[in-house]
């Protein structure tokens, strides 16, 4: 099985802008730490999910890892090559790591039939002219947008958001690429439709191998579809853990919140959880831990310290001092009345 | 296990109706080319409850609050119903309830009722507030056009006053909107919406644009301020299971129709129409055995074709011949008042399984730590 082989790897990928804060010619400069020190790894045939909210660096990170932004330090390997952060993007690796945007009526060219949107990148790409046709028609077939000449001739606003969206895959997969990063696929999408386009990442991933970043804010459709769950928060990954894991029993306050957050009729048991000081907002401070200012849990420590990530189990990690040498369970009850986290 | 509805309200009950919408039609365009968004649609409001209007993109949820309160723009047309709104009149000596048509009032009589009995908080508060005026500025004109008698460190007092109702701080006032984040520009919102303390407050997908956990402080604290001021609430949103916590009765919209109006804990436990039960069926569970979900084949109907039957027959799976050819109405079928348009619940139909049951059928398994044994049991909830 191919299944282990890392595609796309992400050491210590960091970008810093730089901004001016207030106002007049010698306003201060301020430092926004959009994406801090994260190492990922995208291998064929898994899903990586990316959860945060707004804010919380997951475009920026998809946008290093597609090559648009251009890291501030870390390193990239594709296939176990490294590419150097600040070199230019190359054809070739625009050709392996292709990316899918969150708007499909705003990334497809409304004046240009689907054709021109798919035969564009397979021109560039050097495909020889006699193969751009049946590339163009597999590739839809691909997405099951079936028959392809239906739609190959037809204007983007002719299309629904949903068929919009596997136009937008199918652009991606052209050219044949062996990482699809996926940014918001669905969030633009009819609630009625986003399990298609959910369903179709799953089985190109499945059935073609591919590796798949999947980037989200809606942490039920990453337990839905991801092999691996990555929570960022402020630039940081704050928890992984593979499979369902995260979801089921997250370890970190802020994934505790996130999950506590989520609108579940099936789960009386939840209270809606009590947000403290939401004015901070927005606000990350530089000392200690980030999420410190909203943290229930907060204590002296981590407003003092930042928290490293401490590894709970083989496969699960959290970037938490209440997990600093103890192990730690928060019982679904506690965490549903917003109790303490005790330590067993 | 036990079969349980909550609170059973019949919503034919339209004593205290705060709004109601009878038969109400909307098109855009005029003649051949018109596109008929809302289709004869039947809604009551009763006082301090809160309906919610689900459904998609399309659907025609947003055109029909528009067009009820007659904000909707040409080329949007009523093309036919009526709406009354029912509103205790401070300027009148009796205790009677002043009803309103809304549908034939005049811009004066509009006027009046705007703002002041119907308010309405729009999805995008970024494009709704006048992006180079200071905060404080929009609550000072609400309340000098509507509350002429106060003067200007009054104006100022209430608005400060609202903010803190929202859980904003004062110094908000003199910000401009792109200062504020979308959590707080939506509260910004929802304050100005409460500042003249109306009967009805619409809310057009007032949390779509937020993360979930900024909707959840939202949702919580409008559930907060109805339980001080008691003001009855339409809520649209796309997402129902945010409905099913918020709302008494919903509302499911497909195509311009109702398809599916009840209480809202029996729609979401036990949905009668086929598209509800898709709907429900397409948000992936937060718990439980993952395994694949099939969500709804297909897309919504081109609005702009006359459709024949029941809008939604093309996406049904269990879509009957008669389907194609008559639309359903929107009738009650038992006896908790629910009302549902579809033809799979008329007399001599066997109705399949999804849609017969009683009781909800992914009630998950819960560890609940028991305080005093200190060991897990496990509770089917």
């Known amino acids: 099985m191919s299944e282990d082989v890392t595609q796309l790897e992400a050491r210590g990928l960091t970008r810093h802008f730089v901004v001016r804060t207030g106002h007049g010619v010698f306003r201060p400069k301020r430092t926004v730490r959009a994406v801090d020190d994260v190492s990922l790894r995208l291998d ?31 390193e990239l390997l594709l296939e176990g090559t490294s590419i150097r952060a600040r070199s230019r993007r190359t054809l070739a690796y625009a050709s392996d790591v292709q990316m899918v945007l969150q708007d499909p009526f705003g990334s497809i060219n409304p004046v240009h039939r689907i054709r021109h949107s798919l035969e564009r990148p397979l021109l560039i790409h050097h495909t020889p002219k006699n193969e751009v046709d049946d590339r163009a028609h597999a590739v839809l077939a691909r997405v099951s947008l079936e028959p392809p000449e239906r739609y190959l001739d037809r204007y983007p606003h002719e299309l629904s958001g ?12 052209c050219v044949n690429p062996k990482v699809l990063l996926a940014d918001e696929p669905i969030s633009m999408l009819d609630v009625s439709v986003r399990l298609g386009v959910l369903n179709l990442l799953r089985g190109l991933c499945d059935n073609e191998h591919m590796a798949i970043l999947y980037i989200t804010h809606d942490i039920a459709s ?12 402020a630039g940081q990954v704050v928890e992984r853990s593979n ?6 029993e997250p370890q970190h306050p802020y994934t505790q919140l996130l999950i506590a957050s989520v609108p579940d009729p099936n789960n009386p048991l939840r209270r809606a959880p ?24 907060a204590m002296d420590k981590c407003r003092q310290v930042a928290p490293p990530i401490f590894t709970l189990s083989d496969d699960h990690s959290s970037r938490c001092w209440l997990h600093d040498g103890h192990a730690v369970e928060v019982s679904l009850a506690e965490r549903a009345q917003g109790g303490s986290i005790s330590t067993t | 296990m036990i079969e349980e509805f909550a609170t059973l309200v019949d919503p034919n009950d339209v004593d205290d109706a705060v709004l109601e919408i009878e038969d109400f039609s909307v098109d855009y365009g005029w003649g051949d080319s018109a596109v008929h968004a809302v289709n004869n649609v039947t809604l009551s409001v009763r006082r301090s409850r809160v309906l919610g209007i689900a459904g998609e993109s399309g659907s025609g949820k947003s055109t029909l609050v528009y067009a009820v309160t007659r904000l909707l723009r040409a080329p949007g047309v009523i093309t036919g119903g009526t709406a009354r709104l029912s ?59 509507h509350r ?31 200062e504020l984040s979308g959590g707080q520009r939506q509260r910004v919102m929802i304050a100005l919406a409460l500042s003249l303390d109306p009967q009805l407050v619409i809310m057009d997908e007032p949390t779509t644009a937020l993360d979930v956990v900024t909707q959840r402080e939202i949702i919580n604290e409008l559930a907060q301020l109805r339980a001080q001021f008691g003001f009855a609430m339409i809520f649209i949103t796309h997402d ?29 436990d036990t949905p009668r129409h086929p598209y509800t039960l898709g709907l429900l069926s397409s948000s992936p569970p937060l718990s439980g055995e993952r395994r694949e979900l099939v969500g709804i084949a297909g897309s919504p109907p081109d609005m702009s074709q006359p459709l024949l039957g029941c809008s939604f027959h093309a996406r049904c799976p269990y879509a009957l011949d008669r389907c194609s050819q008559e639309a359903p109405p929107l009738r009650v079928i038992d006896k908790t008042g629910r009302k549902v348009a579809c033809w799979l619940h008329d007399a001599d139909n066997v109705v399949p399984g999804p849609l017969r049951r009683t009781v909800r059928i992914s009630a998950p398994t819960q560890v609940v730590n028991d305080a005093v044994s200190g060991s897990n049991q496990a509770v089917v909830l």
Not at chain 2, 90 to 95: F, H, K, L, R
Not at chain 2, 164 to 170: D, I, K, R, S, T
Not at chain 2, 248 to 258: C, E, L, P, S
């Open chain 1, 44 to 74: 064929a045939g898994r899903v990586t999910a990316v959860v945060g909210e707004s804010g919380s660096g997951k475009t920026v990170l998809a946008r290093m890892l597609a090559r648009i932004v251009s890291p501030t330090s870390g």
């Open chain 1, 162 to 173: 949903g068929q919009l969206q596997r136009v937008s895959i199918a652009r991606a997969l």
């Open chain 1, 222 to 233: 990453a337990r839905y579809i991801a092999d691996e769950t990555i929570v960022m928060y």
């Open chain 1, 243 to 248: 499979g369902t894991r995260l979801i089921d």
């Open chain 1, 274 to 297: 009590e947000v403290e000081d939401r004015n901070s907002q927005g606000l990350f401070p530089d000392v200690g831990c980030r999420f410190a200012p909203r943290c229930p849990h």
């Open chain 2, 87 to 145: 509103f205790d009149d401070s300027s009148s000596s009796t205790d009677q309830m002043t009803t309103l048509e809304l549908t034939t009032a005049s811009e004066r009589e509009l006027r009046k009722i705007r703002w002041s009995r119907v308010s309405i908080v729009l999805q995008s508060a970024l494009n709704a507030l006048n992006p180079v005026l200071r905060i404080g500025h929009e609550f000072d004109e609400v309340l000098k056009t």
């Open chain 2, 148 to 178: 002429p008698d106060m003067n200007k460190s009054e104006r100022r007092q209430r608005a400060a006053e609202l903010l803190a109702l929202v859980g904003l701080n004062e110094e908000r006032l003199a910000r401009f909107p792109h």
């Open chain 2, 240 to 268: 129902l299971t945010l409905l099913v916590e918020l709302a008494d009765d919903i509302a499911v919209m497909y195509a311009g129709n109702v398809v599916e109006w009840a209480p809202a804990r029996d729609l979401y």
